[in-house]
């Protein structure tokens, strides 16, 4: 599915961090009610891919890499999930049950891929920025 769990939470610890100077991963988790386990692993995947800053140390925390403005949240979303698609059959090299028994073109696949793009550049549209201001 396009926007899994994993994804949602993490647009919510980006919001959150879009909010703050930084926060440590209890604040993040009391802030958008996401468990602590799921939290951890989710910053440690917007970390490597360079949306999130590691401050460590005592006073140590989490903070946003880059100004709001510039993520998408097509960006928070491909952090987490390797394929961001609509439907199973979106996926790469998903053979078509369908197509495989008839022989003929699945219509249902040709108007998922349409729906696909449009759901792609919506995501790389909106910004952090954006769903912050409502």
Known sequence: MLITRESDYAIRIMRSLATEE??????????????????YKILKKLQKEGLVLVLR???????????????????????????????????KNYVCEYETHS????????ELCRLQKI????????????????
Do not use: W
């Open 103 to 110: 022989g003929k073109d699945c219509t249902v696949h040709k």
């Open 57 to 91: 140390g005592a006073n140590g925390g989490y903070k946003i890499k880059k100004s709001p403005s510039e993520i998408t949240l097509l960006d928070v979303v491909k952090a987490i999930d390797e394929e961001v698609i609509l439907n199973k059959c979106q996926s």
């Open 22 to 39: 930084k926060l440590t991963v209890n604040e993040i988790c009391e802030n958008e009610q996401i468990p602590f386990s799921f939290a």
């Open 119 to 134: 759901m792609a550049a919506e995501l790389s549209r909106y910004t952090l920025k954006e769903v912050i201001e409502g």
